[in-house]
């Protein structure tokens, strides 16, 4: 298979171990970035080595977030999950009409050659593998090289990483191939030609590594690296997924609330007091992060496309975004007017003309036409050129998501109280309106299970746009396609509506069809 091909890059001769420095870590956390080469054998007998090439399986998973580090071995921009799956094709941005790669991806003209699902596709499985080896090795390793313990929290740290993008690859294709040990001899074609999985197959192996991962890590926030909160809440997740489509389990609430309940009760997250605090970049792995990826950009090719890709218009050195992505309008006007996330999350004005604390705070900045309006969350200081290659962590999992989580999983089950909303749903809507009155952004009260659904998935929307779980939440409620469908977003700028090009079987994506013609075990998914 094609992505096969650039697995050996990691595993024959000399190992590259210019691997992550994640930042915001104040435990000490994979401090160290070596520059020397080596190999496995000689780096795999203590715990500091073990610790080192478990850096690399972290280095491997920065697709989970926005991508925008560059791939050791070509150089090359690697996308992520976050933009690439969980926000473009969604009602959250517009993709620009001269968007070379994501249009295809917005407009609902996906094939199977379309690049960026073939890129994603190989750039997962390199990453898979990667992890897989970060398993297999230090898994293999005696107690005189490493204390059992330490061998097996690497070992969970780097299963629950895994899982992570295993969930994004499964909710996108459905019936993948499950990699679960390291490919290190590509002369071997039995060890290519791999069969595809069934959807609760890859379901039940990613649940099994959660729950390795909760069993053995520690409770902790984790500065950046997988914790026990970590994969319960990534366990919630997976849990509620199942209750919707393809799986349309119901079964599963009662797992999510179980799962979710336990980190709520744990103690060791909690709502940062003002919502624009969570994304400053002097504040980064704080209280309601609960696993984020770290980026680190001061010229170690470390870093990610978080508040480049999104951002005001404007040059990328004033503190503007690449001019890729505008934002969909009905999300602004879903805002209450004197909601904070609206001023934290959308740009209205150019960042050559204004700081980005006069866009967030001077409405005299604000432009009147609403077409170049932007999507913006991580506000990018003036007088930086930091291009692909932003230190702003890429936030995976926050407590308000298991919140809102929480009172999914107890209206799915038909248990949610008023109680509840107020203790989760109310709770963020208290911290939106800031000091201001009760009737701005105001209450959810207790209705029907539907009603309570549809206004949890807003309350969603509001908080956590951009983050990369739009399209799961839409996916997993039913409303995918309808969104798609009653999108009208067309403008001198922007992409034709995907509307017309929509059709039901596009709510998965095209397996590559260069990976089908190299693994003929492979079955196209239906309408592609």
Wanted: with cysteine; proline share 5%.
């Amino acid at each position: 298979m094609r992505y096969l091909n650039n697995i050996k890059h990691y595993h024959y001769g000399a190992l590259l171990l210019l691997f992550c420095l994640l930042v915001g870590c104040n435990d000490g956390f994979l401090e160290e970035t070596p520059t020397e080469s080596t190999t496995p054998e000689l780096l795999l007998v203590d715990k500091e080595g073990a610790q080192l090439y478990l850096n690399g399986a972290y280095h491997a998973a920065k697709i989970l977030g926005y991508g925008g580090h560059k791939d050791p071995v070509n150089n090359e921009t690697i996308n992520g999950w976050a933009t690439t799956w969980g926000s473009i094709a969604t009602d959250e941005v517009v993709v620009a009409s001269f968007s070379i790669f994501e249009i295809d991806l917005y407009t609902q003209r996906l094939n199977p050659t379309t690049i960026r699902v073939r890129q994603m596709w190989e750039d997962s499985y390199v990453a898979i593998n990667k992890i897989n080896s970060t398993i297999d090795r230090i898994g293999a390793m005696t107690d005189d090289q490493i204390e059992p313990e330490d061998k097996a929290n690497f070992v969970a740290q780097a299963k629950f990483l895994r899982a992570a993008i295993y969930f994004n690859m499964v909710v996108a294709w459905e019936n993948i191939p499950l990699l679960i040990n390291e490919i290190d001899d590509l002369s071997d074609d039995s060890k290519l030609q791999v069969a595809q999985n069934t959807t609760q197959e890859v379901y039940d192996f990613i649940i099994s590594d959660l729950l390795v991962a909760e069993s053995v890590l520690t409770n902790e926030q984790g500065g950046g690296k997988a914790t026990k909160g970590a994969a319960q809440s990534l366990l919630g997740k997976v849990y509620l997924q199942m209750t919707g489509f393809p799986l349309n389990q119901s079964e599963k609430f009662a797992l999510a609330k179980e799962k979710l309940e336990a980190v709520i009760a744990s103690g060791v997250y909690q709502l940062e007091e003002s919502y624009p605090e969570i994304f400053s970049l002097n504040n980064e792995q704080n209280k309601e992060i609960i696993f984020a990826i770290g980026n680190d950009s001061e010229g170690q090719n470390l870093g990610g496309l978080v508040s480049s890709f999104y951002g005001p218009n404007g040059d990328l050195n004033s503190g503007g975004g690449w001019n890729t992505a505008f934002l969909n309008l009905e999300l602004e006007a879903d805002y209450d007017r004197d909601d904070v996330r609206l001023r934290q999350n959308v740009a209205k004005h150019n960042a050559q003309e204004a700081t980005p604390e006069e866009g967030f705070s001077d409405p005299s900045t604000w432009g009147t036409f609403a077409d170049p309006w932007k999507p913006w969350k991580w506000h990018r200081p003036r007088g930086q050129s930091w291009a692909n290659n932003t230190p702003f962590d890429s936030p995976i999992i926050r407590y308000a998501d298991v919140l809102l989580l929480y009172a999914e999983s107890l209206n799915g089950m038909g248990i949610l109280t008023q109680a509840d909303i107020d203790a989760t749903v109310n709770r963020l809507r208290a911290r939106a309106r800031e000091d201001k009155p009760p009737t701005v952004v105001s209450d959810m009260f207790l209705s029907n299970p539907g009603a309570n659904a549809s206004e949890i998935l807003l309350e969603r929307q509001k908080e956590l746009c951009f983050e990369g779980w739009r399209r799961h939440d839409l996916i997993r409620n039913g409303v995918y396609g309808a969104t798609i469908i009653a999108i009208d977003e067309e403008g001198s700028n922007r992409a034709d509506n995907p509307g017309l090009n929509w059709q039901p079987y596009k709510i998965r994506w095209p397996i590559p069809d260069s990976e089908i013609r190299i693994n003929p075990n492979l079955k196209q998914n239906e309408g592609y």
